[in-house]
Each structure stands twice: as C-alpha cells, then as structure tokens.
C-alpha cells in the first residue's frame, strides 16, 4: 500500500466501508459511526448558530420596544429572526442526520478508512505510515472523537474529509472519527494497530488512553 493518503469514488462496496477487498493479510479490527447529534453540535456548530440568532431576535425585540413599537410588534419582529434562523439550523441537522447515516469508520491492521459524502460518497484510506499521531476527546455526551495527525509531507484535503475534520485546522487538516459511542474501545484498537504495524510491545492500558508507539506514531488522550 502506498504511503500516502488516497480518496476514491466507490459506487459498491464489496467490504462495507471499504473501496475494495481487503489485500491478503490485512483485517478489520473496529467499525463504528457517528452520532448524528455530536456531530451537528461539534463538526456544524448548530447550538452556537441557534444561539447567535436567538440573540439577534432578541436584540431586534428590545430595538423595537425601545423604539416605540407595540409589544406585539416588537414580537412579530423578534419571531422573524427566529424564523429566519430556523432554516439554516434545520438543514444542518438534516445533514447531520444524513451524514450520519452515510458514514462509516473502519481500522484494519494497516490503515484507518472512512467512508463518507451524503451527495458524493467517498473513501479516504490513511495508512498507518502517514500518522504522526492520535488522540480521544470524550464529551459529556457520552460520545468521543478520535483525531489523527497527519506527517508533512503528506496531506489530506480539508473540504473532502469536511465535516470528519478538526476544526479550523485548515494549514494541516487533521482526520476526526467524530461523536463515536465507543470511542475508548476505537481509541484501544488503534493503538495497539499502531504499535503492532510499528513492531513494538503494547503495555495495558490505563483508563482506555491511546498510549506512545515509539518511533512510528503516537496515540495521546
């Protein structure tokens, strides 16, 4: 397998979640998916847009009271807003859903895989070679992200991975599995995927953190 990232197209899938059959000697070890709610609240930011047109219909309320218009007017001119902002944060969460729904994370023993796109699916194959690094990021949710940092020179594209991408990370895009349920047990299997493709031992872990692969890459909670 080449060391570097590779995007694909893929109409079928033979292996669900992957572009094609598993080459000899490779296995899936973990699959998982988001939760289409941590998603819209962490990947499309929904409540800090809801929030900011909350807060524009209220400052439009107090203009028109204070401005000499009726309370109901000055209801009417809030509600606008409101609804205003309702349709951006409804479409978010429609994609939320359906991106959800159309995505698929999968660790081999060789590579991390996602599978994603809601209009144009496509698979991103990340080699254990290209990965500097990895980390877990629990949420009071109950879900977690799992994010991968990529070596320069390699790079991945930040508008193909969008939204399974760190945010505002454009310089150097980092891969996320985002709002995963078993996020420590995804953050355990990579990390021993890790230190295996690196041949090095795995001590126990530690409360499910992604612990050091020495000399190949490194797993930080």
Known sequence: MSARAVIAEHDAEPVPGLPGPLPAGETILWQGAPEWRGLARRALHVRGIALYF??????????????????????????????????????LLLFAGLAARSTLYTITSRRIVLRAGVALPMTINIPFAVIGSAGVARHADGTG??????????????????????????????????????????????????AAAASVPVPALDDAVPQRAPGRAEAMA
């Open 145 to 194: 992200d799992l994010v991968v940092a990529i070596m320069p020179p390699h790079r991945v594209s930040w508008l193909a991975l969008w939204p399974h991408v760190r945010s505002f990370r454009l310089a150097r895009p980092e891969p996320m599995l985002r709002a995963l349920k078993d996020a420590d047990v995804a953050a355990q299997v990579l990390s021993r995927a890790l």
């Open 54 to 91: 909350g807060a524009l219909a209220l400052l439009r309320g107090v203009e028109l009271s204070s401005g000499g218009a009726a309370p109901l007017e000055a209801a009417l001119g809030a509600l606008l807003l409101v609804a205003i902002g309702g349709v951006p944060v409804a479409l």
